[in-house]
């Protein structure tokens, strides 16, 4: 199951990010709800919509809940390179 959710993760963030040439500089209400309890958990400190936020985030990307990883990548927040690093990392048994 977990190498179904990654390679769902990988190929929903290639085709999401195709669709996003230009990165938001606003978090959207759905990635408010679907990563409040990461934020809080591990990046409570850094402002919304912070460059210093998303490092947190990209920082923390196996740890972040399911739900919150599907937002980040339907938001356009996660790019192909994380999904990319977040694949790699995850075939060597990261969890």
């Known amino acids: 199951m977990p190498v179904v959710n ?5 190929v929903l ?13 606003a978090v959207s209400s759905d990635v408010r709800a679907a990563c409040q309890s ?3 958990a591990y990046c409570g400190g850094h402002e919304l919509g912070s460059p210093s936020l ?3 985030m990209r920082e923390n ?14 938001s356009g927040e996660a ?8 694949k790699r990392e995850m075939a060597k ?3």
């Open 93 to 95: 048994g990261g969890h």
């Open 61 to 74: 990307r196996k740890r972040l809940s399911a739900g919150c990883r599907h937002a980040l990548v339907v």
């Open 79 to 86: 790019t192909p390179a994380d999904v990319r690093l977040y």
């Open 38 to 40: 990461d934020y809080m």
């Open 13 to 25: 963030a290639l085709v999401l990010s195709l669709a996003h040439a230009v990165q938001a500089q």
């Open 6 to 10: 990654a390679l769902l993760f990988v």
């Open 54 to 56: 998303r490092t947190c």
